[in-house]
């Protein structure tokens, strides 16, 4: 029997909502074990913390007996995605799939037991079906159901093209859970309709209807919209640990609580007194965002990597002492000033076109001092040596003369 | 070149729609053998004179050196027929597939010449269709195009079920037009839709986009309903001569002209005239009726056995000088005052019952005499020969006793 406290976490933590959460603790508690059904899409296989919510939870399952069923879904990848455009794709040749699949795995592997994970193509099955075999699917559900996915009732009303192509993406998913006779699937809140006809289906050709099992949506590091990569407010698996540790760290404060419960194993009572704790404002937050950023870290990197990443970040971020507010100045105009339309820029010519000094020997005279310095928006800062320096800055960066005087470079 | 006559006959008479004439026109004219398209669902192997409509166009045109393609649409007839029921039906087996197109081609080869007629079965193609091609076909076309079609958004707005796979109908049929590369597809004013898919789909997959060519619905002997199996107002191409000729024969009179046009080779300029005849009422309507049933039975039956009908026609039903009307007394009642509930009736208490002798003597002395006839709503009438005559009468059936007493069988 599982305890109270791990049920309650399975269940109710990182989860968003479960058809039917009564027939899933039933099953949880049969003793059986499980096939947990996740798809996963060839033609996008790279993995960020948002994903890693539902891995973590394969994960709390794997641990106690169950079975990962990893779907291939290279035929549901030429369809498209269910969010929204409408055209199809162009299949991903035998070959693409499987370099992808073989990149995905590496990163799905850091969160889900290989052990306990079994993972098939759809072209197992969907590479032999037939004509005959898409009536079946198709004559067992209506258009008008169909219709009621929130993203096709929205195109629809709004007279935007649905392919009668992407009627066919839920029935394709849905014949993945009969054929792998799936327990659970698991999904984003997005992808509740899809899982539903699923288990409908599995019901219509007598098997038992699995569970639907929907996560919730992670904030990206901007703390508003949903993390993607698309959004480029992402955290990939695959950062370096110093990245990972400042891309957390970069998260807004309000986020911090969220992070916690849906990305580490902090116990519950912890997170409510964490939750406290930043209500009153008792803990600066940063050192609760080290703690979080340090433990994520360590759960793609070593122990180690993870220290020296936190050692990074509290030398390069934390020592740079910036003020909260500088002047910018644009690129272009730093580069017009300067007499450098593209390449190197003189340092110097860099120095007087950014005010930061007033003249060219003064510039030179800073440059000789050592005393000019370029931290970029990313990475180590490096000094500008030498008065014959060259430099190429990027947007973003900024660029320090002597103790206090700093200007950010900007767009365009 | 076509003299402008036979151009005018073909592209006007019996058409209800050409999309486009003038592409047709220049087709015809081309000098190249079309190919012309008609599908047939071999769930549904009887021909009626409406359909012939169609295959005497397709007749007109073979005399003109093009040819026909026959599609036996064994997959689309799976699917169900586009106008309404939403159940897909259980595939034919192969036997009941070319046992019905047997049937079915044995009429149509009454009308259509069979040297210039090549049969094709869906399955040729659709028995090694890919779930690839599936989408490779789905991915063309969105829903709300297909929605359009005016059985499909009545019964969407009704509320009324659309399988998803009857969007796959006419996509089916579309496809069939790209394989054997049609250049014009007939079919009823119905058909418009899926015709026009055909059309888009072969300009999409690079072909010449077909011409689509709809023709009218004939009415059936009613006057009032298109000629249906199911409303039973039909004329079979398998009618005996008798049957046929005396089916044409209860068209209502102001069916004539349009029989006439649909369903004969009589010239325009003749039936200009006819029209005019009728309309003025110069001649009985009667003989304009027989000349028709005669020219009909005799594109099915030799000319012979159209003369022979036309006689027996003459004889049985115009002998008969029956009167417009006369007493109507159900066959129930005349079981139950005959003390017959089933089986044979006597005929002396069939004679008292119906109160066409007075008395058991009367009715006797009537039967003896050879004065007592049946007259049957179809086929020749008998007389009832002796005293102890016995008689198993039917509704519909006229009884008569002498030469001016009549009464006429009704249910129950």
Same mark, same amino acid.
């Given at each position: 029997?599982?305890?109270?406290?791990?049920?309650?976490?399975?269940?109710?933590?990182?989860?968003?909502?479960?058809?039917?959460?009564?027939?899933?603790?039933?099953?949880?508690?049969?003793?059986?074990?499980?096939?947990?059904?996740?798809?996963?899409?060839?033609?996008?296989?790279?993995?960020?913390?948002?994903?890693?919510?539902?891995?973590?939870?394969?994960?709390?399952?794997?641990?106690?007996?169950?079975?990962?069923?990893?779907?291939?879904?290279?035929?549901?990848?030429?369809?498209?995605?269910?969010?929204?455009?409408?055209?199809?794709?162009?299949?991903?040749?035998?070959?693409?799939?499987?370099?992808?699949?073989?990149?995905?795995?590496?990163?799905?592997?850091?969160?889900?037991?290989?052990?306990?994970?079994? =993972? *098939?193509?759809? !072209?197992?099955?969907?590479?032999?079906? +037939?004509?005959?075999?898409?009536?079946? @699917?198709? $004559? #067992?559900?209506?258009?008008?159901?169909?219709?009621?996915?929130?993203?096709?009732?929205?195109?629809?009303?709004?007279?935007?093209?649905?392919?009668?192509?992407?009627?066919?993406?839920?029935?394709?998913?849905?014949?993945?859970? =009969? *054929?792998?006779? !799936?327990?659970?699937?698991?999904?984003? +809140?997005?992808?509740?309709?899809?899982? @539903?006809? $699923? #288990?409908?289906?599995?019901?219509?050709?007598?098997?038992?209807?699995?569970?639907?099992?929907?996560?919730?949506?992670?904030?990206?590091?901007?703390?508003?919209?949903?993390?993607?990569?698309?959004?480029?407010?992402?955290?990939? =698996?695959?950062?370096?640990?110093?990245?990972?540790?400042?891309?957390?760290?970069?998260?807004?404060?309000?986020?911090?609580? #969220?992070?916690?419960?849906?990305?580490?194993?902090?116990?519950?009572?912890?997170?409510?007194?964490?939750?406290?704790?930043?209500?009153?404002?008792?803990?600066?937050?940063?050192?609760?965002?080290?703690?979080?950023?340090?433990?994520?870290?360590?759960?793609?990197?070593?122990?180690?990597?993870?220290?020296?990443?936190?050692?990074?970040?509290?030398?390069?971020?934390?020592?740079?002492?910036?003020?909260?507010?500088?002047?910018?100045?644009?690129?272009?105009?730093?580069?017009?000033?300067?007499?450098?339309?593209?390449?190197?820029?003189?340092?110097?010519?860099?120095?007087?076109?950014?005010?930061?000094?007033?003249?060219?020997?003064?510039?030179?005279?800073?440059?000789?001092?050592?005393?000019?310095?370029?931290?970029?928006?990313?990475?180590?800062?490096?000094?500008?040596?030498?008065?014959?320096?060259?430099?190429?800055?990027?947007?973003?960066?900024?660029?320090?003369?002597?103790?206090?005087?700093?200007?950010?470079?900007?767009?365009?």
């Amino acid at each position: 029997m599982l305890s109270p406290e791990t049920l309650d976490t399975i269940v109710h933590r990182g989860v968003s909502d479960i058809i039917s959460r009564d027939e899933f603790i039933r099953l949880l508690q049969s003793g059986r074990p499980l096939r947990l059904k996740m798809g996963f899409d060839p033609s996008r296989p790279d993995i960020h913390l948002g994903h890693t919510v539902g891995l973590r939870k394969l994960r709390q399952l794997q641990d106690l007996g169950h079975q990962v069923i990893l779907i291939v879904g290279d035929w549901t990848a030429q369809i498209g995605d269910p969010s929204g455009q409408s055209a199809t794709r162009p299949m991903l040749t035998h070959e693409q799939v499987m370099e992808n699949a073989q990149s995905y795995l590496r990163q799905f592997f850091k969160v889900v037991d290989r052990d306990r994970t079994q =993972v *098939v193509e759809q !072209s197992e099955w969907f590479g032999k079906f +037939t004509l005959a075999d898409v009536i079946g @699917l198709t $004559g #067992r559900f209506t258009v008008a159901q169909f219709l009621q996915r929130s993203d096709f009732a929205q195109r629809f009303a709004e007279q935007r093209p649905i392919a009668i192509t992407e009627l066919l993406y839920p029935l394709l998913q849905a014949y993945d859970s =009969v *054929v792998i006779e !799936s327990d659970v699937e698991f999904g984003g +809140t997005d992808q509740m309709f899809n899982l @539903l006809v $699923g #288990r409908e289906l599995q019901e219509m050709m007598g098997q038992r209807p699995q569970q639907c099992f929907m996560m919730p949506i992670l904030p990206g590091t901007d703390g508003v919209q949903k993390m993607s990569k698309s959004l480029d407010n992402y955290i990939a =698996v695959d950062e370096s640990p110093a990245d990972m540790y400042g891309k957390v760290m970069s998260i807004a404060d309000n986020m911090i609580v #969220r992070y916690y419960e849906l990305l580490t194993d902090l116990p519950s009572t912890d997170l409510a007194d964490l939750e406290r704790d930043i209500e009153l404002d008792t803990v600066n937050p940063m050192e609760h965002k080290k703690r979080l950023a340090l433990d994520i870290t360590s759960q793609f990197h070593d122990p180690a990597a993870a220290d020296a990443a936190q050692a990074h970040f509290e030398r390069v971020v934390q020592g740079r002492n910036l003020p909260d507010e500088m002047p910018e100045v644009s690129l272009a105009s730093l580069r017009e000033q300067s007499n450098a339309p593209d390449g190197a820029i003189r340092a110097d010519r860099l120095l007087v076109a950014a005010g930061l000094a007033a003249s060219n020997a003064e510039a030179r005279r800073l440059l000789s001092q050592g005393a000019v310095e370029i931290l970029p928006s990313s990475g180590d800062p490096y000094r500008l040596e030498g008065d014959r320096a060259e430099v190429s800055p990027a947007a973003g960066d900024v660029l320090r003369a002597g103790r206090r005087r700093f200007i950010r470079i900007v767009e365009p």
